[in-house]
């Protein structure tokens, strides 16, 4: 029962760790049903999902739990959802932005200079600063997105030239492995990036975006300040 699994996450995770839900690849009904046990803040890695799940959200707000056409008992209080946060945590063309920027309070997965001036040059073009995270390599798989050690101080550099982007942290991925050690050793040198990106910019910029549903328990231990758990609250992707 995802109300029951929700209530479990938010008394084992520290006050300081902010849990998000990844939906991607779930129905709407499910983040109704999340949103009713109390989650706030949902992920999508597909602009398409993305924005789909948001005109059922809107769409959604003005109506009552007998028009709902979820199945689901939803509240009829004015404002329904309206607090609902989305994050976007797949890899993001630049051709997509208007399906993502106008709706998020958060893309995690910025990887590369031209993404940066892309979103920026949106933001300047809609008068909309927005905040990101910085994703990081830390995975041993060469596959994965995000900036190396050896490019990330000229980022952090580029990113002070942005009027319209705000740098909130960084994010990555551990390797996929049952090698505890491997994955611990992963996110510390999450931690040593964030406390990099703190050092050169001297912003306030403090989320550390770790772990998920197979490793985010040794994500807290080593500082995550935001897990992206999906399949342990939603259960298996459709």
Same mark, same amino acid.
């Given at each position: 029962?995802?109300? +029951?699994?929700? #209530? ?9 760790? !902010? =849990? ?9 009904? #499910? ?6 046990? *109390? ?5 999508? @890695? ?6 789909? !799940?948001?005109?059922? &959200?809107?769409?959604?707000?003005? =109506?009552? $739990?007998?028009?709902?056409?979820? *199945?689901?008992?939803?509240? /009829?209080?004015?404002?329904?959802? $309206?607090? %609902? ?6 890899? %993001? ?7 993502? =920027?106008?709706?998020? @309070? %958060?893309?995690?997965?910025?990887? /590369? ?21 910085? +994703? ?9 997105? *995000?900036? #190396? +050690? ?11 030239? =942005?009027?319209?982007?705000?740098? &909130?942290?960084?994010? *990555? ?7 505890? +050690? ?18 050169? @910019? ?6 550390? $975006?770790?772990?998920? $549903? ?9 500082? /995550? ?5 999906? /399949? ?7």
């Amino acid at each position: 029962m995802i109300s +029951e699994i929700l #209530s479990e996450l938010k008394n084992e995770l520290p006050p300081t760790v !902010k =849990l998000v839900a990844v939906s991607k690849f779930h129905p709407f009904e #499910s983040i109704v049903q999340a949103y009713e046990a *109390g989650q706030r803040i949902f992920a999508e @890695s597909r602009p398409q999902e993305l924005f789909a !799940k948001e005109k059922q &959200r809107i769409a959604l707000m003005g =109506l009552r $739990s007998d028009e709902s056409g979820c *199945g689901l008992e939803v509240s /009829s209080r004015e404002g329904y959802m $309206s607090d %609902l946060q989305w994050h976007f945590i797949g890899h %993001l063309q630049t051709n997509k932005l208007k399906m993502v =920027l106008p709706y998020v @309070s %958060l893309v995690q997965s910025v990887d /590369s200079l031209r993404l940066l001036d892309a979103i920026d040059r949106w933001g300047r073009e809609n008068g909309r600063v927005t905040d990101i995270l910085l +994703e990081c390599h830390i995975s041993s798989d060469i596959s994965k997105q *995000g900036f #190396s +050690e050896d490019e990330f101080p000229g980022v952090v550099h580029h990113c002070q030239c =942005l009027e319209n982007v705000r740098v &909130r942290g960084v994010m *990555g991925m551990a390797t996929l492995t049952d090698n505890v +050690e491997i994955v611990r050793n992963d996110f510390r040198r999450l931690v040593s990036f964030g406390n990099l990106l703190r050092r050169l @910019s001297g912003w306030d910029c403090p989320e550390i $975006s770790m772990g998920m $549903s197979g490793d985010f328990r040794i994500a807290v231990e080593e500082g /995550s300040t935001m897990v992206r758990i999906g /399949s342990l609250i939603f259960g298996s992707r459709n």
